[in-house]
Structure formats: C-alpha cells, structure tokens
C-alpha cells in the first residue's frame, strides 16, 4: 500500500492531519539543505522498529535535541552530549541510533570536504538501484540498513514510488525536481 492509499484510508482527525501534513508537504520532495537532509536521515534511522506516526510527533523534539540537524553542531557532540540525548524522554532514546546519528555527521563532514555537500555527494552517484543504494550507504554510514535506506531515498525524491499517479502531489514534485532527476 503507499502511503496515499494509507491515508485515503484513515479516518478524519489529527492523526490524518500529522500523516497528511508529511504526504503533502514533505515526502518525496527534493531537500537541497545539507541540514535537512540529516536531518531526514536522524528521523528515518530512528523510525527503524517503530511506527513512523512517532517519528512525526517527535520530530520538533528531535530538532531541538540535535541542534536544529546542523551536522557541525552534531559531529562535535561529546560523551555529555550523547547522555543529554539518552535521558530526552522527547526523542528515541536508543544508544546505537544516537551514536548513529552523531557519527554519520563526521562522516556527512568528510563528504562535504570532498563533494562539496551531502547533497553533491547523493547526486554524483544518482540514479542507483536501492539494492545499489543500500550497498553504498551501509558503506559509508552507520545503521542504515536497507529499509531504512529506502525510506530515506523514497522520502528525498531519490527513488520512485513515493505517490500514485493519481495524487494531486506527484505533479506537485515532478515539477520542483531537478532536470537531472526527472
């Protein structure tokens, strides 16, 4: 099922209203801010195991728990830093997805050295498969498994699928994507 069909289906209230917020507005629309695209990547590392419904709740929490995703701020984070995170009762409070998150902003630091931004970095190697994508990932980064990666891939516009034909959102991103990603 995809996630228009998903939420034709739910009935009226704020749990459409969160999920349609996200179908409409975000998911599968191109991100061109390195921020925000960790940004992405915090919040689809820790969807893995949960309902992504949490995610969206928590995600004001997760900003303001990780510096607003500036990676600098977050790959410079300490020992103190990775305990304020365990003890957030607003966020998941999973070790290895924090330690997750703050490792993937040094590696995210290197790839901006070398491309220029992460964004740079996901263009030079589109289009890839999934299969190639998830190969890629899990050797650059750290708990990015190969659903994770699809979420990830599928909500910046990376990979298809994200809305039907018929959604009165796939015209709306096929006209804010890039030349090159059409």
Same mark, same amino acid.
């Given at each position: 099922m995809t996630y228009c069909e998903f939420l034709e289906k739910m009935p009226s209230g704020p749990k459409k209203d969160l999920h349609k917020n996200y179908h409409d507005n975000h998911y599968g629309f191109p991100i061109h801010d390195d921020n925000e695209l960790f940004g992405r990547l915090i919040l689809e590392i820790n969807q893995a195991g949960l309902n992504w419904e949490i995610i969206l !709740? !928590?995600? +004001? /929490?997760?900003?303001?728990?990780?510096?607003?995703?500036? $990676? =600098?701020? #977050? /790959? /410079?984070y300490k020992d103190k830093d990775r305990e304020r995170l365990l003890n957030d009762a607003g966020i998941i409070r999973n070790r290895l997805k924090i330690n997750a998150a703050i490792e993937n902003a040094k590696v995210i630091l290197t790839l901006? !050295?070398? %491309? &220029?931004?992460f964004e740079k970095w996901l263009e030079h190697h589109h289009p890839l498969t999934l299969a190639e994508w #998830? !190969?890629?990932? =899990?050797?650059?980064?750290?708990?990015? &498994?190969?659903? $994770?990666?699809?979420?990830?891939?599928?909500? $910046? &516009? %990376?990979l298809p699928g994200t809305? @039907?034909?018929?959604?009165? #959102? %796939?015209? =709306? $991103? /096929? @006209?804010? =994507? +890039?030349?090159?990603m059409r």
């Amino acid at each position: 099922m995809t996630y228009c069909e998903f939420l034709e289906k739910m009935p009226s209230g704020p749990k459409k209203d969160l999920h349609k917020n996200y179908h409409d507005n975000h998911y599968g629309f191109p991100i061109h801010d390195d921020n925000e695209l960790f940004g992405r990547l915090i919040l689809e590392i820790n969807q893995a195991g949960l309902n992504w419904e949490i995610i969206l !709740k !928590k995600e +004001p /929490a997760f900003r303001k728990a990780f510096s607003n995703f500036d $990676i =600098k701020k #977050v /790959a /410079a984070y300490k020992d103190k830093d990775r305990e304020r995170l365990l003890n957030d009762a607003g966020i998941i409070r999973n070790r290895l997805k924090i330690n997750a998150a703050i490792e993937n902003a040094k590696v995210i630091l290197t790839l901006q !050295k070398e %491309y &220029g931004s992460f964004e740079k970095w996901l263009e030079h190697h589109h289009p890839l498969t999934l299969a190639e994508w #998830v !190969k890629l990932f =899990k050797k650059t980064f750290t708990f990015t &498994g190969g659903e $994770i990666v699809n979420e990830f891939m599928m909500s $910046i &516009g %990376y990979l298809p699928g994200t809305h @039907d034909k018929t959604c009165k #959102v %796939y015209k =709306k $991103i /096929a @006209d804010h =994507k +890039p030349m090159w990603m059409r």
